[in-house]
């Protein structure tokens, strides 16, 4: 049998990545790590983590204005986005320690670079080419931009994150759930914020009901939501930069961010060479152990058409590492995979739309309700908050729980697990509300609306 120098080379220490590492180390396997950028991947540095930092600052604006009925002053606060910034860059680069020492602990070698696949076990980086029984691509996503002139004028949340100053005014393009929710922190932080988005709704990847109920809230926050049936150019004119949409109509901005979608980050990789087979998305193929159709070569993460989640990374890290060096028990469903949307208000879901539950046959009952929470009595506000659920009329399953509001992610995320355990309608029923939370809103939901 050849003798390899590393058990695994994994490229790209992100967050599938540094978990398969860390955890086939911990089975006692010899590997190494390649980062090009920073230890922890788009999630610690351009991703979850700042995202939602910046979407804590956010929230106290309207916190601040809350705060007012409930007996408050709301006199001499004032925002400072580079301390934001810069309190920002300083936790992450505590993580960027945190998971520097995570490896190195796991006795897992770092090398920083680039690096590429030379042949079925041998890896290059630094101009060093380094051997491997097996090589994980664990090399993530990135943002893309239409293919239109001036589109270089225009950011990407790769760049937001760093931004010298907060823009007076801000267009955001796109429809999915980094749109809404970068569009929510501009908004919340002050600036005038413009979301673009194709089609009647934002957030069609989700149950219908949440990207019209969203819609109104941040209407009712002060973005300007605007559907558009596509952009022509971006120019720079006095004072900032105008976009042009298809029937002549103009939108100026002092800065134009574009979250129209992430492609997986192959760029440099070698995996032509080796005849690595892509998808028709252009993710790299892989069967059900993470293999791609080079026996020796895994993928996980952003890099394949999996679910761009952190969780979902991890876990197929975990399953690799199993797989690999262990006893290989490990796997992972896709079903009941839970999201949250950071956006203002937040969104979350777990389990299945109405409209997939229709179409994989189920005839469901819906229960929704929309009421004003207990807070905005006193705040004034005139937010409200949504909840939906879809049961499966044969068995009384709850095939879906949908949410807009509050801390929906926190709320669903307990929801979750009784979807995973198969909870029934009437078993929600039977579970007492905690009293007085907007959660205990999905255990009284008695009479079905459809
Ligand atoms: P990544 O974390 O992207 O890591 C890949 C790493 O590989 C990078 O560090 C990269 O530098 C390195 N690399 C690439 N090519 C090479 C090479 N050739 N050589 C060496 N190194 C290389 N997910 C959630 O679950 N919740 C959220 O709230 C959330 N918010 C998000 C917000 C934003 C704005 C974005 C952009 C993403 C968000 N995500 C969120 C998605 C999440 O960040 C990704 O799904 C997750 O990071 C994917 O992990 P990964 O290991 O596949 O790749």
């Given at each position: 049998?050849?003798?390899?120098?590393?058990?695994?080379?994994?490229i790209g220490?992100?967050?599938?990545?540094?978990?398969?590492?860390?955890?086939?180390?911990?089975?006692?396997?010899?590997?190494?790590?390649?980062?090009?950028?920073y230890?922890?991947?788009?999630?610690v540095?351009?991703?979850?983590?700042?995202?939602?930092?910046f979407s804590?600052?956010?929230?106290?604006h309207?916190?601040?204005?809350?705060?007012?009925?409930?007996g408050?002053?709301?006199?001499?606060?004032?925002?400072?986005?580079?301390t934001?910034?810069?309190n920002?860059?300083?936790e992450?680069?505590?993580?960027?320690?945190?998971y520097?020492r995570?490896?190195?602990?796991?006795?897992?070698?770092?090398l920083?670079?680039?690096?590429?696949?030379?042949d079925?076990h041998t890896?290059?980086?630094?101009?060093?080419?380094?051997t491997s029984k097996?090589?994980?691509?664990?090399?993530g996503?990135?943002?893309v931009?239409?293919?239109i002139?001036?589109?270089?004028?225009?950011?990407?949340?790769?760049e937001?994150?760093?931004?010298?100053?907060l823009?007076?005014?801000?267009?955001v393009?796109?429809?999915?759930?980094?749109?809404v929710e970068?569009?929510?922190?501009?908004?919340?932080?002050?600036?005038?914020?413009?979301?673009?988005?194709?089609?009647?709704l934002?957030?069609k990847?989700f149950?219908?009901?949440l990207?019209?109920?969203l819609?109104?809230e941040m209407r009712k926050k002060?973005?300007?939501?605007?559907?558009?049936?596509?952009?022509e150019?971006?120019?720079k004119?006095?004072?900032?930069?105008?976009?042009k949409?298809?029937?002549g109509e103009?939108?100026?901005?002092?800065?134009i961010l574009?979250?129209?979608?992430?492609?997986?980050?192959?760029?440099?990789?070698g995996?032509?060479?080796?005849?690595?087979t892509?998808?028709?998305?252009?993710?790299?193929?892989?069967?059900?152990?993470?293999?791609t159709n080079?026996?020796?070569i895994?993928?996980?993460?952003?890099?394949?058409?999996?679910?761009?989640?952190t969780?979902?990374?991890l876990?197929?890290?975990?399953?690799?590492?199993?797989?690999?060096?262990n006893?290989?028990k490990r796997?992972l469903?896709?079903?009941?995979?839970?999201?949250a949307?950071?956006?203002?208000?937040?969104?979350?879901?777990?389990?299945?739309?109405?409209?997939?539950?229709?179409e994989?046959?189920?005839?469901?009952k819906?229960?929704?309700?929309?009421f004003?929470?207990?807070?905005?009595?006193?705040?004034?506000?005139?937010?409200?908050?949504?909840?939906?659920?879809?049961?499966?009329?044969?068995?009384?399953?709850v095939?879906g729980?949908?949410?807009?509001?509050?801390?929906?992610?926190?709320?669903?995320?307990?929801?979750?697990?009784?979807l995973n355990?198969?909870?029934?309608?009437?078993?929600?029923?039977?579970?007492?509300?905690?009293?007085?939370?907007?959660?205990e809103?999905?255990?009284t939901?008695?009479?079905?609306?459809v």
């Amino acid at each position: 049998m050849p003798d390899y120098q590393y058990d695994l080379f994994t490229i790209g220490a992100g967050s599938g990545g540094v978990r398969a590492s860390r955890m086939s180390a911990g089975f006692g396997a010899k590997v190494a790590i390649a980062e090009s950028t920073y230890l922890g991947g788009t999630c610690v540095n351009a991703g979850c983590i700042p995202k939602k930092l910046f979407s804590y600052a956010a929230h106290f604006h309207s916190d601040i204005e809350d705060a007012v009925g409930f007996g408050w002053a709301n006199d001499g606060v004032h925002f400072d986005w580079k301390t934001l910034v810069a309190n920002k860059d300083r936790e992450i680069a505590r993580l960027n320690g945190v998971y520097e020492r995570i490896l190195t602990g796991a006795g897992v070698n770092i090398l920083r670079g680039h690096a590429s696949l030379v042949d079925q076990h041998t890896v290059e980086i630094n101009g060093e080419r380094i051997t491997s029984k097996n090589i994980l691509l664990a090399t993530g996503g990135a943002p893309v931009k239409p293919d239109i002139p001036g589109s270089e004028l225009a950011i990407t949340s790769d760049e937001f994150f760093h931004l010298e100053s907060l823009p007076r005014r801000v267009l955001v393009i796109g429809a999915g759930y980094i749109a809404v929710e970068l569009a929510s922190i501009f908004n919340g932080l002050g600036a005038h914020t413009t979301l673009l988005y194709r089609g009647q709704l934002p957030l069609k990847a989700f149950d219908a009901d949440l990207g019209t109920f969203l819609a109104a809230e941040m209407r009712k926050k002060g973005v300007h939501m605007r559907h558009g049936n596509g952009i022509e150019r971006i120019d720079k004119v006095a004072g900032g930069l105008a976009l042009k949409q298809p029937g002549g109509e103009i939108i100026e901005a002092d800065c134009i961010l574009f979250a129209t979608g992430r492609a997986p980050r192959i760029h440099g990789l070698g995996l032509e060479s080796l005849g690595i087979t892509l998808s028709k998305k252009g993710g790299v193929k892989v069967d059900e152990h993470y293999a791609t159709n080079v026996p020796s070569i895994f993928a996980i993460g952003d890099v394949t058409d999996t679910l761009a989640l952190t969780p979902v990374a991890l876990a197929e890290g975990m399953v690799v590492a199993d797989q690999l060096f262990n006893e290989g028990k490990r796997q992972l469903s896709y079903e009941n995979i839970p999201t949250a949307i950071f956006s203002h208000p937040n969104v979350s879901s777990v389990g299945l739309s109405e409209t997939l539950a229709r179409e994989r046959g189920f005839e469901v009952k819906i229960f929704k309700s929309d009421f004003r929470a207990l807070k905005h009595t006193l705040s004034g506000r005139d937010e409200r908050t949504f909840m939906k659920l879809v049961v499966d009329v044969a068995t009384d399953r709850v095939l879906g729980a949908h949410m807009v509001g509050h801390d929906a992610g926190e709320i669903i995320q307990g929801i979750a697990v009784a979807l995973n355990c198969g909870a029934t309608k009437a078993q929600f029923d039977a579970t007492l509300g905690i009293h007085p939370t907007v959660a205990e809103e999905f255990v009284t939901m008695r009479t079905a609306v459809v």
